[in-house]
Each structure stands twice: as C-alpha cells, then as structure tokens.
C-alpha cells in the first residue's frame, strides 16, 4: 500500500505540472477505523471502515486552489487536477502563495519515531469488547453511587499519510492509535445527576492504561461531584489539575500562532523575547516525542518536524509558523502546518506543559482557602485582550485539604496575570492524547458564585 500511495500523489503533482501548475502538492490518507461500543454490559455498536482521501493544492501565477476527492481511480484523479488548475486560473492571486523552500522539507521519514504498533493491527472484536467492558464495570465496582452508564467506547485505527511535492519532495509515514472511555452518573441527594468520564489514548497498544484503571477513575470523577454546591464570590488562590492546566497549554499555543500574529489578534503580538510568565513555566510544541499522539516526521507541508519552545522558563520565545504566514511576516516556518481535510492550518505537534517539582498534594496542602479547578465550560477567552472568563466546576480547599465540590461558578482573570501568577507547578505530569500538563497553581484569580 506504501508504494501503491506514494506513486499516487506522486502521479498527481507530475499531472498538475504537465495542465501548467507552477507548483503543487498532493497529500493522501489511507486507513481503517474500528469503533466498538457497549452500554450496562451490553454491546450497542460495531463500526469498522476503511477510507481514502486525496487533495491536491495547485499555485499557478501566484493563485492557488485545493481539491479533494476520496475516489482514487485513474479517471476521478485526472478530473481532480484539472478542476484544480482550472479554480487556480479564477481565484485572487497572492503574493504570498507558495511550497516551502526546498531546504526546510524532511529528509528522515521518522523511522525512530515508533508511529505504528503492529499489535492494534491484529486486535480482535473480543478483545476490545472485553477492555470496555472491565472499565466500565470497574467504574460500577468503585461505588455504589454509580448507578448508571453512558457507555463505553473503544477505538482503534491504522494507516498511511503520504505527502509528495513538485520539489521532488515524497514523503510517507505509517500511523496507528487506540484510544478507550468510560462515562458514569451517580445521583445526588437532590436527584440531580453527576457525570464523568476517564479514557486512555495511544499510538502503542501496550501504552494504554488498564481499563480498571480507566473505570475507577471515571467513577471518582463522577463520585466527587456529589453534594456539589456554589460558593461566595472572591479572589482565592487556584489550583488547577492536569486536564484544565493542558487546557490552558492549548490556549498559549493559539495565542502563538502565526496567523493570529498576522491579524494582530492574540495578546502576544509584542511579547517575542520577553517575560509573560512565571519563571517555572516552559510550554513546547513537540512533534518528535517518540510514540506520542501528535508525533510526525513532516508537518502538513512536507517541511522536517521540531520541537519548539513557546514559553521557556517565562519567556515568551516564539510564534508558530506554516510557510505562508511564514513568507507574510518575514520569517522562516516552524514545521508547525496541519493539514486536514482541504485546508491547512497552524498546529499539530504534542504540547506539553513542562513538569516542576512540587508534589501535587504539596501544592494543594499550600492553599488555605481557594478552588481545585477540574472543570472548564465554555468560551469565554478573549485571544487579543487575554480576558479570560470561563464556566467551571471543581472542588473547595480548605485549610490545605479538598473540601466540598462546587459547581455553577465562572472563574475570571487576564491571561498576562494568570501566567505571571503562577507560583508553583508539580512533578505530576498527566499525558491526554497530544498534550501534558502537571498540577499549577496561580496565586490569585476571581472565583464568582453566589
């Protein structure tokens, strides 16, 4: 299938070429999704799908068209080139249009890299029934207040990405993941009813946490939102868990894009090289992590992966680039493009909110009176100004221990605060598919309730 794909999107671009494209790239995405779920025990669905996708981009005087199509016979791609070229010949030109240079595309196809597990290839509908099955009774094991399921749900799949360019470039790499959840309730005193949910994602099979693991752990979520109530509005200290501090990782990484550069809409516009944050705080955007979600040898245009340092102990070091914005703001690109169906954007790569090393249960210990963010609803965040105000939900310190949970509060500041306010980060790094993030915690922000 490799060589078969490759001669594809190889064919594709000497075609765009020979009807007049200046230049061309054509990007290919073959693979095979199983999806199985089950509910109170039960199987309720088994999906398994095979599907391919092509598009080609075309640049002809500086004007550029892309198509896609998921029919590969000889005469569906013949009529893809030429309804590419022929769009090219009618759109607005662009300056700025063009494949990245030559010297920035890939050499190293990622052999190191540990992008396809062989073992999911061969997983069976029995053993992916029996997974979600143990998390899920697992879960109802865990208390007697877990009453009821939403389900769960296990995925896996496998394939091929192939990019080849009218550089000479061609480039392919194999990918595989598997990735279970389980979603719980338990009712509250007042009937309301209290949901959660844990998974596991991986491209290795061997990596996935076990589903008792994953069961518990959804349960606990759920169980501890019992009795939940609203608090007084204050500024308290807050403590933020992994899966909201990977959250707010995900908001710096927008903020850096290069595109929002471009626009002047992102509150970094005049930060490069200088303190944002804290001192303990390092934020990357890593696509060479061996066996990560986000790792890939090329990014969506060809050009060699890297890891990037956003934020470095504080300092604000650089935005994200895909070559065009690149080209329009002078600079080089990051190897930073995503390409997904017919459009490319910044992003991709596994962000990582580096660990510190304060234990987890220091941090919260160090709180007299604030909040244990676990929940971000919403959103309320204002990428040019950095007013940030989202709804939440979480658990109430007191006197360094988790109280009580609270539901129905927003919690509120300015992302240049926040940052800076970061007094403490733990060593408690928590992977979620293509992003980790430990335990912080911020010295102050606005908790609004009642």
Not at 176 to 198: E, H, L, Q
Not at 273 to 292: K, M
Request: glycine residues 10%.
């Amino acid at each position: 299938m490799n060589e078969d794909l490759r001669s594809v999107a190889s064919d594709i671009v000497e075609k765009a070429r020979a009807l007049g494209a200046d230049e061309a790239d054509a990007y290919v995405r073959s693979g095979v999704e199983s999806n199985l779920s089950v509910r109170m025990g039960e199987l309720e669905k088994l999906i398994e799908a095979g599907s391919r996708y092509v598009s080609i981009r075309v640049i002809k005087d500086k004007r550029t068209a892309v198509c896609n199509t998921s029919d590969l016979t000889p005469k569906a791609l013949d009529e893809l080139v030429r309804t590419a070229i022929e769009l090219a010949k009618i759109s607005e030109p662009d300056e700025y249009a063009g494949l990245p240079e030559r010297s920035e595309l890939a050499t190293d196809m990622g052999g190191a890299m540990q992008l396809y597990d062989e073992r999911i290839e061969t997983l069976t509908v029995e053993e992916m029934k029996d997974i979600v099955l143990r998390a899920e009774q697992a879960a109802f094991d865990f208390d007697s207040r877990i009453n009821n399921s939403e389900g769960a749900e296990f995925g896996a799949e496998r394939g091929l990405t192939v990019l080849a360019n009218s550089l000479g470039f061609c480039g392919s790499f194999p990918y595989t993941a598997a990735s279970f959840s389980v979603s719980v309730m338990a009712d509250d005193a007042d009937g309301k009813k209290r949901n959660d949910y844990w998974y596991s994602a991986e491209r290795l099979f061997h990596r996935l946490a076990a589903p008792e693991e994953v069961g518990r752990r959804a349960a606990a979520r759920a169980v501890r939102k019992i009795g939940a109530r609203k608090v007084a509005t204050k500024q308290v200290p807050v403590v933020w868990d992994p899966v909201v501090a990977a959250n707010l990782a995900g908001i710096i990484a927008n903020a850096a894009s290069g595109e929002a550069l471009y626009r002047r809409s992102t509150f970094l516009a005049e930060s490069e090289g200088q303190p944002i944050a804290s001192p303990l705080v390092t934020i990357t955007s890593d696509a060479t992590l061996p066996a990560r979600l986000g790792t890939r040898p090329f990014d969506g245009e060809g050009v060699r992966t890297r890891r990037n340092a956003i934020v470095e102990g504080g300092r604000f070091r650089q935005f994200l680039f895909d070559s065009y914005y690149a080209r329009r703001m002078g600079r080089r690109t990051t190897g930073s493009a995503s390409r997904a169906g017919d459009t490319i954007t910044i992003g991709g790569g596994n962000l990582v909110f580096e660990a510190g090393t304060t234990a987890a249960q220091e941090i919260v210990r160090s709180v007299e009176d604030g909040l244990y963010l676990t929940d971000l609803m919403g959103f309320g965040v204002n990428m040019t100004t950095g007013d940030f105000s989202r709804g939440a939900a979480g658990i109430w310190i007191e006197n360094g221990e988790l109280g009580y949970p609270v539901t129905e509060i927003n919690v509120s500041g300015n992302l240049k605060d926040m940052l800076r306010d970061i007094e403490a980060i733990g060593d408690d790094v928590l992977w979620l598919a293509g992003a980790a993030a430990p335990t912080i915690k911020m010295s102050r922000m606005t908790v609004s309730g009642l």
